[in-house]
């Protein structure tokens, strides 16, 4: 049986169509709705096999997700419960998978097409196929895929959640497949900050890919690797691990590699407040990289480290051009709030004023942790044009919000500017924003002026 949630963990809504109560889950009215497993109704379905519940999703399916309702996050749970007994069925089983799949597919039909539930579907069909005698192996693509779109998203416990599931396929996948699982694995672990295992798990998948000949796998598990260093403070020791990355892979003609590790490298400069090399690296990762999404994150942290030497307009130029074509909708918001803090910067108010109207609107689909830094850039910006009261208030609305959704990181960042608002210490960053760029590298000045060129073909 799965465990009953009665005396602790989440709870879910108590509202599941009447086509699975009593096939899947149900909700115990008795215990306020908490989780309580039933009979599925089918002879051959064993206990043994349900023994993860996914609690992440229960936990967003309680707290309702972006439907409204909790229902894309139960429509979640149950599709992975469904790749559950898919990954370890037997023979005899595939009547009992059958079952589950077409009760799965009925409740994901109820629900609005989203990104979210197109890969639902996708992950039930392979689930289904299985049943009927295709390799167990093929549930992995669409759950890694699922799980990189919950990484997107910034729902890393979930993503943790999904690659895991394709983990318990174990002896089902393939060597390369089980790499993918890894990498992908560690990077979520490493995002997650839980950085011992991030890197116990890059060794694994480095191991595994030296094992198959894959030599690209092999150069991205010594990014991650490296990116985790940096990630423990040790940033010179990072430096030097993708700097010796950066050659080999421009020896051997990986591309990809060279540019991840020139874009973490360029990320390892600025954090040194090398902020000059800092935006040659990430220009020249910008160039090589095919994915779109990775340029346009080269061109985010680009536009951060002109903005760190005083150089806003080359700043404004790459986070224009990560604006024109955003990759995701955070992308889109991430660069707003970008350009939010920039106008402010720079003293343009009717910019800023543009850039809070467009924000505002767009604050229903935000994530918590943008739209506390939303309040907290806003205070800032009001804070900059002397207007102290209504930075106040939203820095109090930052430390409100960032409290409900345990944001422990903004609350201190929101206290810290409110602090600094109530000492006095308001009229610093106008200061700041009157420097002329400083002197350095002449190939910083050779990237500005590709930005602007970049922009100019674009018409932006």
């Not at 409290?403 to 201190?412: I, P």
Request: aromatic fraction near 6%; hydrophobic fraction near 45%; include cysteine.
């Amino acid at each position: 049986m799965l465990p009953d949630f009665r005396r602790k963990g989440p709870k879910v809504p108590r509202y599941l169509p009447h086509s699975l109560t009593g096939n899947i889950l149900a909700c115990d009215p008795p215990s306020g709705g908490a989780v309580s497993v039933v009979a599925t109704n089918h002879p051959s379905i064993e206990s043994s096999v349900l023994t993860e519940m996914h609690e992440a999703f229960l936990e967003r399916a309680s707290a309702q997700d972006s439907n409204g309702d909790g229902s894309a996050a139960l429509g979640a749970f149950l599709t992975l419960r469904l790749a559950d007994r898919a990954g370890i069925h037997v023979a005899d089983d595939a009547d009992a998978i059958a079952y589950q799949a077409r009760a799965t597919r009925d409740f994901l039909s109820s629900l609005q097409s989203t990104t979210e539930v197109i890969h639902l579907f996708e992950i039930a069909r392979i689930a289904d196929a299985v049943g009927h005698g295709a390799s167990r192996h093929l549930l992995c693509a669409p759950l890694l895929a699922f799980a990189y779109w919950l990484e997107q998203e910034l729902r890393l416990t979930e993503a943790l959640d999904v690659v895991d599931t394709a983990h318990r396929l174990g002896e089902q996948l393939r060597t390369p497949d089980l790499v993918a699982v890894q990498l992908q694995r560690a990077r979520i672990l490493r995002m997650l900050g839980r950085l011992p295992e991030a890197r116990s798990t890059y060794v694994a998948a480095r191991s595994l890919a030296q094992q198959v000949g894959d030599a690209h796998a092999v150069y991205l598990s010594r990014v991650g690797d490296a990116i985790v260093t940096r990630q423990l403070g040790n940033l010179p020791g990072s430096e030097a691990a993708l700097r010796e990355i950066v050659a080999d892979a421009s020896r051997d003609g990986d591309r990809d590699a060279e540019a991840r590790a020139r874009h973490d490298l360029g990320v390892a400069l600025a954090q040194q407040e090398n902020h000059g090399l800092a935006a040659v690296e990430l220009f020249a990762a910008f160039t090589l990289y095919d994915r779109r999404s990775y340029k346009l994150r080269a061109l985010s942290d680009l536009g951060e480290s002109f903005k760190s030497m005083s150089w806003y307009r080359a700043a404004e130029d790459a986070f224009r051009l990560a604006l024109a074509d955003p990759a995701t909708p955070q992308m889109r918001t991430l660069t707003m709030l970008e350009l939010l803090d920039l106008s402010s910067l720079t003293g343009n108010r009717v910019a800023f004023e543009s850039w809070r109207r467009t924000l505002h609107a767009a604050r229903a689909t935000m994530h918590p942790e943008a739209a506390v830094d939303l309040e907290i850039k806003l205070g800032v910006g009001h804070g900059r044009f002397g207007e102290f009261a209504m930075a106040r208030r939203h820095f109090r609305a930052a430390m409100h919000h960032a409290k409900a959704h345990r944001l422990h990181a903004y609350m201190f960042r929101a206290e810290e500017q409110l602090g600094a608002l109530d000492a006095g210490n308001d009229r610093e960053p106008l200061a700041a924003a009157t420097r002329e760029p400083a002197e350095t590298d002449p190939r910083v000045g050779e990237v500005a002026d590709r930005l602007v060129e970049l922009r100019t073909s674009a018409a932006l």
